[in-house]
């Protein structure tokens, strides 16, 4: 029995132990986020040596005809098994730019007033990364827009919410938009209605595996044909996301466009009772 087959499963069963644990870490927040993501980089790491393990086993196997062969290849499955969504993501990661904030407007973009309370230090910072990124982010996905509505400001406010409430993201805050007839108290120089105040809502969304924290905000802004919805998802951790907060904005936006282009429920009139001479009728029959 080759040793080296023996080893090379026990390192790739230990990675794999390993990195369930790891993700526990991420996930719970056991563990600051440096520390933890070094784990799970370590238990990767491990699943890459149960490779090189193996396929030193498998040029003895073949050569001396060593015992071993199935260890060997469990291993290979086991640790490729492993590094195949971070090999994937690595991928992406160089064909993709290396922003980690993404949003519909880019001159004028959704703030971050309640979540950046709630941002620890070593968090990417909370303003946006400017006229470069937007290029970037252009460049990359042109898709990414924001929603124009003829719908009523509370219409589309309502609708964003209820997205976001099925996704079952964590709301921040919640600060619907001002009704557009109110005025301010007029004095003996002025009186204007009173700017129509944005409706916002933060919330925070957690990537799919990992569950790293993502802020989000969207903000409602009446114009003059309707209603503007526009989006911002930005990553705490890493230099690139990888596509998550494009593709974040990108549904959210069509979710809400989904609720709001759906016909209102008519009702149609309620059925007039039978004349009382058919009830008869059928009492007869009866």
């Not at 491990?46 to 199935?70: D, H, K, T």
Request: hydrophobic share 45%.
């Amino acid at each position: 029995m080759s040793r080296l087959a023996v080893w090379s499963l026990r390192v790739a069963l230990f990675s794999l132990v390993a990195t369930f644990i790891a993700i526990i870490i991420v996930r719970s927040g056991a563990l600051e986020i440096v520390p933890a993501v070094s784990t799970l980089g370590g238990a990767l790491l491990m699943a890459v040596v149960a490779i090189l393990l193996a396929l030193a086993a498998g040029v003895g196997i073949w050569i001396e005809g060593y015992g071993g062969l199935r260890q060997a290849i469990a291993a290979v499955l086991i640790g490729l098994a492993l590094i195949a969504y971070p090999t994937y993501l690595g991928v992406r990661a160089y064909q993709l730019p290396a922003i980690y904030d993404v949003t519909t407007d880019p001159i004028d973009p959704p703030q971050f007033d309640a979540i950046a309370r709630l941002r620890p230090r070593e968090a990417n910072p909370i303003a946006y990364q400017g006229l470069y990124a937007a290029e970037l982010q252009h460049t990359a996905y042109s898709d990414v827009e924001p929603e124009e509505t003829t719908a009523t400001p509370q219409e589309a406010f309502n609708a964003a919410m209820k997205v976001i409430t099925k996704r079952r993201w964590r709301v921040v805050d919640v600060r619907p938009p001002q009704d557009p007839g109110a005025t301010r108290v007029s004095d003996s120089r002025t009186s204007d209605a009173a700017p129509v105040r944005d409706g916002i809502i933060e919330a925070v969304a957690r990537s799919v595996i990992l569950g790293f924290p993502e802020d989000v905000v969207v903000r409602v802004r009446v114009t003059s044909d309707g209603t503007r919805i526009d989006v911002r998802s930005a990553s705490r951790y890493g230099r690139s996301d990888l596509g998550s907060n494009a593709a974040r904005v990108r549904d959210l936006v069509s979710d809400i466009d989904d609720i709001l282009s759906k016909p209102a429920k008519e009702t149609g009139p309620e059925k007039a009772p039978p004349p009382p001479h058919q009830e008869r009728g059928r009492s007869a029959r009866r």
